[in-house]
């Protein structure tokens, strides 16, 4: 599976928040001018997509409605798409995705994996554009069907889910989300899953789940990656007991794609294309991979 969404070596996803408060960058890019300018500059830098996201989901953000999000996410989507530049739309509102595809969105970045919104499903499919499902847990299971509500996929710092085998439990429950969208008229083709690294998971399960990427990988679609500045990495570099700030872990994220490229990922979701671009191209050369596809 995973044909459709497969390409020339790994793919380099750029990170554009066009919010008042991610962890690493809020506020930065919220202008639509300011917004484009640093797209632009991460298509320079060597993304092959820009992923643009209107909501922060770091520990203890705060919803944003519906409007305001759309309204961050297209104008900026529109312009990039008028260029040629492929975009994904990181949203877990349908009418977002919607809105966002319009104007020209090539992929949906859904962090919730589906699970948040359940028209999310009957978008992509009429769209028939890859969907990005990621593994995050809500930190209360619910007895019975139904759709989770987005305040079930909010959480706070520290808090993380209970796991026996984090890589089993993950794969399982990203193939439940995989079943649902498929059930919903998704091409399976169409699908890429993320296994959600700091997404109430503990550090530890973190490197578990990067340790796990073969069984990961052996559930036969294409995986991603999002490892950027993230706070497990800031503990690992951490300095008389304080963490290492966002901006001083882009080395270890470069380090982490490289890893997961040699792996066989189908692509890194970063903040900085240009150091993981070149960590990536050492990692195909050691393992003779060069130009090859993965996924």
Do not use: C
Request: net charge negative.
């Amino acid at each position: 599976m995973g044909g459709a969404v497969t390409g020339s070596g790994v793919k380099i996803l750029g990170v554009v928040n066009v919010t008042a408060d991610s962890f690493s960058d809020g506020g930065k890019f919220l202008d639509v001018d300011a917004a484009l300018a640093h797209a632009r500059k991460l298509v320079a830098d060597g993304a092959d997509i820009v992923d643009i996201g209107g909501e922060s989901t770091r520990p203890g953000a705060h919803r944003v409605d519906e409007e305001t999000e759309a309204g961050r996410v297209v104008p900026v989507i529109a312009e990039l798409a008028r260029a040629g530049v492929p975009v994904s739309v990181d949203t877990m509102r349908s009418g977002v995705a919607a809105a966002a595809i319009e104007a020209g969105a090539a992929y949906v970045n859904d962090v919730s994996g589906g699970r948040a919104d359940p028209q999310m499903a009957k978008v992509v499919a009429a769209a028939d554009l890859p969907w990005i499902l990621m593994h995050w847990r809500p930190l209360t299971e619910r007895a019975g069907a139904g759709p989770y509500g987005p305040e079930d996929f909010t959480h706070r710092a520290g808090q993380t889910g209970a796991y026996r085998d984090v890589v089993g439990e993950v794969s399982g429950e990203l193939l439940a989300q995989v079943d649902s969208a498929v059930a919903a008229g998704v091409d399976p083709d169409r699908l890429i899953l993320d296994p959600g690294l700091g997404f109430a998971k503990s550090a530890e399960h973190n490197w578990e789940l990067l340790r796990g990427l073969p069984t990961l990988l052996g559930l036969g679609f294409p995986v991603l990656v999002g490892a950027s500045r993230k706070r497990f990495l800031g503990s690992l570099l951490a300095e008389h007991g304080e963490d290492r700030p966002p901006a001083g872990r882009e080395i270890a994220t470069a380090a982490v794609s490289a890893l997961a490229a040699a792996a066989g990922v189908w692509g890194v979701r970063v903040h900085d294309p240009a150091a993981s671009r070149d960590a990536i191209a050492v990692a195909q050369a050691w393992t003779g991979a060069e130009g090859e596809g993965h996924g």
